[in-house]
């Protein structure tokens, strides 16, 4: 396992590496997904959307003390349990630690074999909005701007 993985995220590596049949990863995705707080729909808009997905997916990002704090939703189930191992694996996170997770850790899970080449790609940027996101707070701390408009201002055409 990398060495730079986040604990949570690596412990979400664990459980997924222990499950051998497809079968059972797709349960523990699905059970990503129900874990998920729902998402206001007032935040299912344009500046939200991950782009480059299949289905609607949308992700909202909160600053606060040096950590970030995920919301999400997606149309499709799987991906909402995407969603929410990603959520799960990255909150509570400094923008430098979101920014430096590296995307090859989803090899490790073993999904990327189940995982349609649409899903699998969907994953990606949905990890890349994410980071975007946790960029955008992290230069906002280095400017004097406040955090919650340089993720606005920076994620509109994401």
Same mark, same amino acid.
């Given at each position: 396992?990398?060495?730079?993985? &986040?604990?949570? !995220?690596?412990? #979400? /590596? ?7 049949? *497809? ?6 995705? $699905?059970?990503?997904?129900?874990? !998920?707080? *729902?998402? *206001?729909?007032?935040?299912?808009? &344009? ?11 949308? #992700? ?21 349990? $995407? /969603?929410?191992?990603? @959520? ?9 630690? #979101? @920014? ?5 850790? #989803? ?18 940027? @949905? $990890? ?31």
């Amino acid at each position: 396992m990398s060495s730079a993985l &986040p604990a949570n !995220l690596a412990k #979400i /590596v664990s459980r997924f590496k222990r499950k051998t049949d *497809p079968k059972q990863k797709y349960q523990q995705l $699905l059970w990503y997904a129900n874990k !998920l707080e *729902p998402m *206001p729909e007032a935040d299912k808009n &344009p500046n939200n959307k991950v782009h480059g997905c299949v289905s609607q997916v949308f #992700i909202t990002a909160d600053y606060a003390n040096d950590k970030v704090t995920y919301h999400g939703d997606s149309d499709a189930q799987l991906v909402k349990g $995407l /969603v929410g191992l990603l @959520i799960n694996g990255l909150n509570g996170l400094s923008p430098a630690e #979101i @920014i430096a997770v590296k995307p090859d850790f #989803i090899e490790e899970t073993g999904l990327s074999v189940s995982l349609t080449p649409s899903r699998a790609n969907g994953f990606l940027n @949905i $990890l890349k909005m994410m980071q975007k996101k946790a960029n955008g707070f992290a230069v906002a701390t280095n400017t004097d701007e406040t955090p919650a408009n340089a993720a606005e201002t920076n994620f509109s055409n994401v």
